[in-house]
């Protein structure tokens, strides 16, 4: 698909949403969830400092707080994010939300001495731990 420009065009930033990000004159259709990890990462903008990264992460942020946040209190998935009109709230927030998202959405903006990436390492759970030198030698080093 071709384009031009850079525009950002979002459905709602939740779960199996569609945006057209276009850059250097090439459109490409991502799917992505704003409630999943994998959405807000903080790498990309921490490898290369390009702040379009913050801004993404910034609509996925507001997306969630306009169409997820509910009164009592936490986050609801979206059922169907390509109707931005009436989005319909599910009753449940995925176990993942607080514990990775919203830290994933953290480190995006927080400063790079908090858990720099040449000294820390994140599991599949967003868990950091230290990138570990071996002082011994080993038959991989």
């Known amino acids: 698909m071709g384009g031009t420009g850079a525009r950002t065009?979002?459905?709602?930033?939740?779960s199996r949403a569609w945006r057209t990000l276009t850059r250097d004159h090439h459109t490409t259709r991502v799917t992505s969830s704003g409630q999943k990890p994998s959405s807000p990462s903080s790498s990309p903008f921490r490898l290369t400092?390009?702040?379009?990264?913050?801004?993404?992460?910034?609509?996925?942020?507001q997306s969630i707080e306009k169409h997820c946040k509910v009164e009592s209190g936490g986050y609801a998935s979206i059922l169907d994010v390509m109707n931005a009109n009436n989005p319909q709230k599910e009753d449940k927030m995925e176990t993942f939300f607080m514990g990775e998202t919203l830290k994933y959405l953290w480190l995006l903006f927080a400063d790079e001495s908090v858990l720099p990436l040449d000294e820390f390492v994140f599991n599949t759970e967003a868990h950091p731990l230290p990138v570990f030198h071996p002082s011994l030698r080993t038959g991989f080093s």
């Open 49 to 61: 400092g390009d702040h379009r990264y913050r801004d993404i992460g910034w609509k996925i942020f």
């Open 9 to 14: 065009e979002e459905r709602i930033g939740m």
